[in-house]
């Protein structure tokens, strides 16, 4: 968990130092204003692509439902269309070209099959039969025998000689 940590920290601390160095550069070749333009008209389009994408997904989603399809990839899918939608609303030039492309549907959907690869290789899938694989083996439970049968009598009470 620590290299997650110490990518993550690294991640974050160094995405923005290059993403500011880059604006910088871009601002001092074309001017300040194109450079602004350039941040707000990335974000605006990329939100509008965001939302045409993310409701195709979702009627994709509600299509794999109705046919009684488990629907994993819409899931991912929906997933990296949000991460990219997040990404395009942060000014950079780096996160646009990011968020950009995990909206071009099939690089998204290449990202998207192997994430699924991903988790599925680390799931842990156990069946009614048996155990997962690595877990203690519990002993088999023995058959029920008519004797583990218990035979009781009862009496049905009308509804004044209920007992509190």
Same mark, same amino acid.
Not at 95 to 106: A, K, N, S
């Given at each position: ?5 110490? =990518?993550?920290? @690294?991640?974050?601390? *160094?995405?923005?130092?290059?993403? @500011? ?25 990329? /939100?509008? @692509?965001?939302? +045409?994408?993310?409701?195709?997904? =979702? ?5 794999? !439902?109705?046919?009684? $399809?488990?629907?994993? $990839? ?6 990296? &269309? !949000?991460? /990219? ?12 070209? *990011? ?9 998204? +959907?290449?990202? /998207? /099959?192997? &994430? ?6 680390? =799931? ?25 049968? &218990? ?14």
């Amino acid at each position: 968990m620590g290299a997650v940590l110490a =990518l993550l920290l @690294l991640l974050f601390t *160094t995405v923005p130092l290059l993403e @500011l160095a880059l604006l910088l550069w871009i601002g001092s070749h074309v001017g300040v204003v194109p450079t602004i333009a350039l941040i707000l008209s990335t974000g605006v389009l990329g /939100a509008a @692509l965001a939302r +045409h994408q993310g409701l195709a997904t =979702l009627r994709r989603f509600q299509d794999a !439902l109705g046919r009684g $399809r488990l629907p994993e $990839r819409e899931l991912i899918e929906g997933l990296l &269309i !949000l991460i /990219a939608a997040a990404v395009l609303l942060t000014p950079g030039v780096l996160t646009d070209i *990011t968020g950009f492309l995990l909206l071009v549907p099939p690089i998204r +959907h290449l990202v /998207a /099959a192997r &994430i699924g690869r991903s988790v599925r290789r680390r =799931l842990v899938v156990s069946s009614p039969g048996g155990s997962p694989p690595g877990s203690p083996r519990r002993p088999p439970r023995p058959p029920q025998r008519e004797d583990d049968v &218990i035979d009781a009598d009862f009496e049905v009470l009308d509804g004044d000689d209920r007992r509190p």
